[in-house]
């Protein structure tokens, strides 16, 4: 990957940054990762995305990405983004849902993407968000991750998102470990059809 790392200024935590393979990508994904996790999570499926068409972030988050979202939205807005797409791992997919729900951020969120997010972390309340988010919202767990997989069903149900989406796979994996288990594709596929990449 020839993508360049990020130091911890301005706000942002230490990350990765790659253009899109074209290199002109208007829309970045954002990605959050789970508890324990890291920016390594994430980097075997971030060419997939690049290839796609999209630029990508993804940063060292200990605490719930919602406290990072505007300094990092900011950053990519400073690298000519103009729309971000926030995709959270578990405890990253419910504060991104919870960022997604905020009325005003430095750039517009597109999207939403959250895999195996609990309703409820740390102050972070997806629930709650869910019903104020209008973007498109993509919601996915395995089946035998409990209760990760009520909470997506309990999260889509709740969710206003006029175009949401829901994924249950088999299986017991967990946060991007789901993106091994077929999600990647379907995320793919959900991007292109509700925030194509120009």
């Known amino acids: 990957m020839n993508g360049i790392n990020v130091p911890a200024v301005s706000g942002v935590r230490p990350g990765y940054f790659q253009q899109s393979d074209a290199g002109t990508a208007k829309v970045a994904l954002f990605f959050s990762h789970q508890l324990g996790g890291s920016i ?11 290839e796609a068409g999209y630029a990508v972030l993804a940063t060292e988050e200990p605490d719930s990405p919602a406290r990072d979202v505007p300094a990092a939205l900011t950053w990519l807005g400073g690298k ?4 971000a797409v926030l995709i959270g791992a578990s405890k990253g997919g419910t504060g991104s849902l919870e960022a997604a729900a905020e009325r005003s951020t430095p750039l517009p969120v597109a999207a939403v993407v959250s895999l195996s997010g609990p309703t409820d972390y740390a102050g972070d309340h997806a629930r709650i968000a869910v019903a104020k988010i209008k973007a498109p919202v993509f919601f996915a767990a395995e089946e ?16 206003v998102s006029p175009a949401k989406t829901l994924k249950i796979y088999p299986g017991s994996r967990h946060g991007a470990d789901l ?16 925030v194509p990449p120009q």
């Open 80 to 83: 000519g983004i103009t729309k």
């Open 179 to 194: 993106l091994a288990d077929g999600a990647l594709r379907d995320v793919l596929a959900f991007l292109a059809q509700n």
């Open 40 to 50: 390594c999570d994430w980097v075997p499926y971030l060419p997939a995305f690049t």
């Open 144 to 159: 035998d991750d409990s209760p990760f997989a009520d909470d997506a069903k309990d999260l889509y149900a709740i969710s």
